[in-house]
């Protein structure tokens, strides 16, 4: 191996050889039969307090029970190994002000962090060993060697009460602190006089030797760790905190695995698994958030790792494995030692790969739970936008950052999966002493979700693929399926599920960059009940009714904010989201069906009837296309209007219309043009578009056409499925679900098919006034709308005859 100066290596291979030393069969320590040291250090206690009256801090950090140790032996025949312990029992961050504690452990019985750092210099060949809790291999070192090091921690019971304020003050507290402190220069004098330099002769146990391979793993394994939300703005004490705290508690028990990876030697493997994941309301103990599991495997690419942290040479070598009986052998290491992580192929080999799976996922929620989350959101943001004013992207001397020195290209590839995720809403009453009662309301289900995101310096693009989704109304037992894909008595279920597309990518005709939106939407029916409507419009006022004071609020500081501001185009503000110059959209359903039933759909499901139920059937096949294209300025518009013109939405020409409107830009306001030339006879010169053009601000327009075939209304039949027949579709047998039945005597026509589509344009100019005037204080706004509607022959059945029976007779 080639030799490597100390300016030559990384953080970590500075940091090892700092713990391990060097290589034993270096001279002068081959004389020596062997060396060894043992240092133990413990401490009871120590604790800082952290006090600024001006700014309302008065913090404490109090930690027990330290315990470090580090043992390091090198013998000629066997190599060097070293061990380093750290050991804390207890670690607190007590509010005194609020006496509350920030941080601290749940479990008084177990440390809250154990850590362990093993390095043993072996023969290539030793992928376990010593290091990984394996057997210690004793026998000599060959020419061809390497370093084993694996460093692996234990968090036990951490549990955190988040108060961003708080934290923020005692980090301003602490930064003070540290800058009072700061020697101005790195060199102090001392009676006039320069302190001498050190020598920096190498002090190590071992000399420096050339560099070998460094074979590495981190392990962690963070177990029942618990992180609570508050809800509300008021400082609780400690009294109220142990009535009952408003919030919301996130409680979580994860291992963490990272290592170069075994089979792709030009990447870094990171792999988290959390279980028992779940989201519980901190007055009731509620879980919102039922336990799941939670898988995320990663690579990254050597390039993405900064040299200065760690570099990537020697790792051409096989990785660190872990035995079946070390104790950091957990199903986050055995993820990442049987490589089960994104497969890098020649395509992604330089872009970060991530991959999360989820296990089956039950949400729990209620008007009162939403309104309490929306109130933690909010102090979350508030928190976030005040800090945003503080905090601006700039250089060490205070200058800002162009745009190309703060952002970085990257690749980056990123797939969510999982099974199945239902969502319930429940109707929430309070009664006495602070507990509820809770009546499940609706439930929505969703299998087989795929979400798949692939960013570029070229294009980004977002897909998302669902097999099945359906909507169940609870309000009667058992729930019925008022949502779902369209189903036929005869078995035959046409496949529901949607795919939604997001692409933003450059678009070189308009020099800026294009959003496209497609979703792909499968057969669905939909049978309409009236406690779906009630649950809905209930829902939506519980939860506005909490925040109606914040709203109020908002609204007082906008008006008060914008009271003094010009008024301006009301397109000038105009933009589109992530700042694209044009969208574009597609909606597509295959087909849609929505049935009115003549009998009470509960009473119906209560009696336990197995008659067919006389329906209403409405159902089409329906697409929603259009775009929206903003040009800014007069620079783009020659190619704004081009590309107007060839497009395929335009019945009336959106290019025309544009057009039009700069012209009547010139006539709009005599007073506010001096370009305009009134001749003796008094007529008025208008003067060509030309002219106007360098003084546009902004023009848009906006397309949408609507097309919906083979819209038809029937009179037909529905039945319930058994429970053989919902076993046998893979439905849940507590639920009911009804399918479309053919009546004997056939579906009747009330409205023959028909199509009709709709095509609606809108054409809008924002032109600046008088030559030297403000464009935000004289812009003039002009608009022009265009719609057409297209609709074939409709027929329809005015008379039907009433008999007993209805249509099944």
């Keep these: 191996p080639s030799s490597s100066s100390p300016e030559q290596d990384s953080v970590v291979e500075k940091l090892h050889k700092k713990i391990a ?29 952290l006090r600024d009256p001006t700014k309302h801090v008065d913090a404490a950090v109090c930690l027990a029970g330290i315990g470090a140790r580090m043992a390091r032996q090198a013998t000629t025949d066997t190599g060097c190994r070293v061990q380093m312990d750290f050991k804390l029992t207890n670690a607190q961050l007590l509010d005194i002000v609020h006496m509350r504690e920030l941080l601290g452990r749940g479990d008084i019985y177990r440390p809250i962090i154990n850590a362990r750092l093993r390095s043993q210099l072996v023969n290539s060949d030793n992928l376990e060993g010593w290091v990984v809790d394996g057997d210690y291999d004793a026998s000599d070192l060959s020419s061809s060697r390497a370093w084993n090091c694996h460093f692996g921690a234990k968090v036990h019971s951490l549990s955190i009460h988040v108060s961003l304020p708080v934290f923020q003050s005692i980090k301003n507290c602490v930064q003070a602190t540290v800058r009072a402190t700061k020697q101005p220069d790195a060199h102090e004098h001392v009676g006039g006089r320069e302190e001498p330099e050190r020598n920096q002769q190498n002090t190590d146990i071992v000399p420096s030797h050339p560099k070998l391979p460094l074979r590495w793993r981190f392990d962690a394994v963070l177990s029942k760790t618990m992180v609570s939300f508050p809800s509300d703005t008021s400082n609780v004490s400690l009294q109220d905190t142990l009535r009952g705290r408003s919030g919301f508690c996130v409680s979580v028990t994860s291992a963490i695995s990272m290592q170069m990876d075994a089979v792709q030697t030009d990447a870094m493997a990171f792999v988290f698994r959390a279980q028992e994941v779940l989201i519980k309301r901190e007055s009731d103990g509620w879980n919102v958030l039922e336990p799941m599991t939670v898988s995320s495997t990663t690579l990254i690419p050597v390039p993405f790792i900064p040299k200065r942290i760690f570099s990537s040479a020697g790792t051409t070598h096989a990785q660190l494995q872990l035995p079946l009986n070390s104790p950091w052998n957990n199903e986050a290491a055995r993820m990442i030692s049987d490589g089960q992580y994104p497969s890098k192929n020649s395509v992604d080999r330089q872009s970060i790969q991530m991959l999360v799976r989820f296990s089956n996922i039950r949400f729990n929620y209620s008007a009162l739970a939403c309104s309490e989350m929306l109130r933690t959101a909010e102090l979350l943001k508030a928190f976030k936008s005040e800090q945003g004013r503080h905090t601006s992207s700039k250089r060490s001397d205070g200058t800002a950052l162009s745009s190309a020195e703060s952002k970085t290209e990257f690749s980056f590839c990123f797939d ?12 929430e009453i309070t ?8 009546n499940p309301l609706t439930t929505m289900s969703l299998r087989v979700v795929r979400l798949s995101f692939r960013h570029s310096a070229q294009c980004s693009r977002l897909e998302l693929n669902l097999d099945d989704a359906s909507l169940y109304d609870l309000t009667t037992y058992p729930g019925v399926c008022i949502l779902g894909p369209i189903s036929r008595s005869d078995g035959k279920t046409l496949k529901g599920g949607f795919t939604i597309v997001a692409e933003v ?14 979703a792909y939407l499968g057969n669905y029916q939909m049978i309409v009940l009236p406690s779906m409507f009630k649950t809905a419009l209930n829902f939506a006022s519980t939860i506005k009714q909490p925040n109606a004071d914040v709203q109020r609020t908002t609204t007082s500081n906008t008006i008060a904010t914008d009271s003094g501001a010009k008024t301006k185009s009301r397109l000038h503000d105009k933009s589109l989201p992530m700042n694209v110059n044009e969208l574009q959209f597609k909606i597509q359903a295959s087909g849609f069906e929505v049935i009115i ?70 006539s709009c306001s005599t007073e506010s043009y001096e370009s305009i030339i009134v001749d003796d006879d008094g007529d008025k010169d208008v003067p060509p578009i030309a002219e106007v053009t360098p003084r546009l601000v902004k023009a848009m327009t906006f397309k949408l056409k609507w097309e919906v075939n083979n819209f038809q209304i029937l009179r037909t039949s529905m039945r319930l499925l058994s429970s053989s027949d919902l076993k046998k579709r893979g439905i849940d047998s507590a639920v009911c679900c009804f399918v479309v039945r053919t009546p004997a005597a056939g579906e009747q026509q009330i409205v023959s098919p028909f199509n009709f589509n709709l095509l609606y344009n809108l054409a809008a100019t924002a032109i600046s006034g008088a030559r030297g005037a403000s464009e935000e204080s ?20 005015l008379y039907i005859k009433q008999s007993t029976g209805g249509i099944n007779e």
Aim: aromatic share 8%; glycine share 8%.
């Design 21 to 49: 030393g060097s290589d034993i069969h270096d001279e002068p320590f081959a004389a020596s039969p062997s060396r060894s040291i043992d240092i133990v250090i413990q401490a009871d206690g120590f604790s800082v307090r």
């Design 416 to 427: 969510v999966s999982f099974s199945s995720l239902d969502a319930t809403i429940y109707d």
């Design 431 to 438: 009664v006495a002493g602070g507990s509820s009662h809770k």
């Design 505 to 518: 990518k450059p678009d070189t005709g308009i020099a800026g960059k294009a959003f496209k939106f497609e």
């Design 597 to 666: 039933s003549s009998r009470d759909i509960a009473a119906y499901v209560n009696s336990r009837s197995q008659d067919p139920i006389s329906v209403i059937s409405f159902r089409w096949q329906a697409s929603l296309t259009g775009g929206v294209r903003i040009c800014s300025g007069p620079r783009e518009l020659e190619t704004f209007l081009a590309l107007e013109a060839s497009s395929d939405l335009d019945d009336v020409e959106a290019s025309g219309m544009i057009r039009s409107l700069l012209a009547l830009g010139t």
């Design 778 to 797: 004289r812009a003039i706004y002009n608009a022009s709308h265009a719609i057409k509607v297209n609709v074939n022959y409709i027929d329809v059945l």
